[in-house]
């Protein structure tokens, strides 16, 4: 298509969105769980059609030679397809953010103020792989009274065409208007820039996807964004963690999934820490390939040598760099310096330490003997995610309900004037 009528296009749905947005914002919270159920029952309906839509994707996918990381993301089968519609019913089910009053203020001339939260209005989506976004995404904007316009990336086209129309189905049937979550039609590029510059239209985009996508929605945007980095994760392991703890969360944190952005990139360990051999064994007997200095290579000698943009390297695979430190200083210095201030994870017994970590270092997410893999909205108990935020605006972290509403001040007074 001509960038003249993507631009139309766009404008043409942006439109109809601003009108779905004004009939969602007064949906009452049973109607939007109603018609969220209804839409995840459609997609179990339509499970055949959507893993059969995938296959062809993938197939495209592997002729065109895509990493093995983003074919991970991109793959469906019945399992996740299930998934997808669990996800749809888990956010039916959380309780509402519209609504409800942050603040509640009596002045002393009477006027009463109360802060109440309210849906942001249209909500543009652009991601790459993730299928499984389609659902999330709309769910989460719909039943925070938003309306969503996706834009999912051409080589998942054909799976997002199938899950847009089982959710929009099940949405309309459920009493939503039929607006309420539109898919971008057209995998041009230009309608990512006609999203970007939808100033007025498009009250908020959230890109999903590498660093080359979020790169190009920051810099091209005239629409605010809310922003997901590269996922440059870290464990470290003090020199205090139970030694069998180490190993199993070192392990899962990067080999659990190693295509998603809650894997671990870069391994710390203590100086002092007991024994570092086993760690970094069972990681490499489980098909990691381990990045260290010279340090590291005496320690594991299957060890490759790792170069200085490594700690700079969100993987994405079955790649691990790893350092010794000389302590939580170290450690935590080293992430800041290379960090993406996204999740980062500290293995401790000392609660002192922990503490400290968890307070000084600056990430959407720190955790304490966990697995970095938990950096998810349904772990979070959240039902799903439009995307974990690692800006220091708006909001933080995994974004979901409360993430994708703001508030108005509400006046009420009783005929008072000002002097």
């Known amino acids: 298509m001509a960038d003249a009528d993507i631009q139309m296009l766009i404008a043409d749905i942006a439109a109809r969105a601003r009108t779905a947005s004004r ?7 049973d109607q939007k769980s109603r018609a969220l159920l209804a839409a995840a029952a459609a997609i179990r309906e339509a499970s055949d059609a959507i893993v059969a839509a995938n296959a062809e994707d993938m197939a495209a996918a592997e002729a065109s030679g895509l990493s093995g990381a983003l074919l991970d993301r991109l793959r469906l089968d019945a399992g996740r397809v ?54 999330d995404a709309g769910a989460l904007c719909a039943m925070s009274g938003n309306a969503a316009i996706l834009r ?9 065409r199938a899950i847009h129309a089982a959710l929009a189905k099940g949405l309309e049937a459920g009493g939503m208007p039929a607006d309420a979550v539109q898919l971008v039609p057209v995998t041009d590029r230009a309608a990512v820039g006609a999203i970007l510059t939808a100033e007025g239209a498009i009250d908020m985009v959230v890109p999903r996807g590498g660093k080359g996508l979020v790169a190009r929605v ?17 464990t470290f392991i003090d020199r205090a963690a139970d030694p069998a703890m180490a190993r199993e969360l070192a392990l899962n944190a990067k080999m659990r999934r190693t295509g998603i952005c809650g894997a671990t990139e870069t391994l710390l360990i203590d100086r002092g820490f007991g024994d570092p051999a086993p760690v970094l064994a069972a990681l490499a007997d489980a098909g990691c390939e381990l990045r ?10 299957r060890a490759l040598p790792v170069e200085c943009g490594d700690w700079d390297t969100e993987y ?19 992430i800041a310096a290379h960090g993406s201030h996204h999740t980062d994870a500290i293995v ?18 720190v955790m304490w003997n966990a697995s970095t893999q938990f950096a998810d909205g349904g772990e979070f ?11 220091r605006l708006h909001a933080r972290g995994p974004v979901a309900l409360e993430g994708l509403t703001t508030y108005k001040w509400v006046v009420r007074g009783t005929g008072q004037a000002r002097p």
């Open 23 to 29: 009939r969602l914002a007064a949906m009452t919270s």
């Open 82 to 135: 299930e998934a997808t519609a669990a996800g749809v019913e888990a956010v039916a089910r959380l309780d509402d953010p519209v609504g409800k009053v942050i603040e509640r203020v009596e002045r002393p001339n009477g006027l009463v103020l109360t802060r109440v939260r309210i849906p942001i209005g249209v909500i543009g989506i652009i991601y790459e792989s993730r299928p499984n976004v389609t659902a």
């Open 152 to 160: 999912g990336g051409s080589e998942a086209i054909r799976s997002n």
């Open 218 to 234: 920051q810099a091209e945007a005239r629409v605010p964004v809310l922003a997901h980095l590269d996922g440059l994760n870290h």
């Open 292 to 301: 260290g200095d010279a340090e590291i290579q005496a320690i594991e000698p």
């Open 316 to 334: 994405l695979d079955a790649i691990l760099s790893v350092k010794l430190v000389d302590g939580a200083d170290e450690a935590m210095a080293h």
């Open 348 to 365: 401790t017994g000392d609660a002192g330490t922990a503490e400290r970590f968890l307070a000084q270092v600056d990430s959407a997410i």
């Open 381 to 391: 108990g959240l039902g799903a995610e439009i995307g974990i935020s690692t800006g």
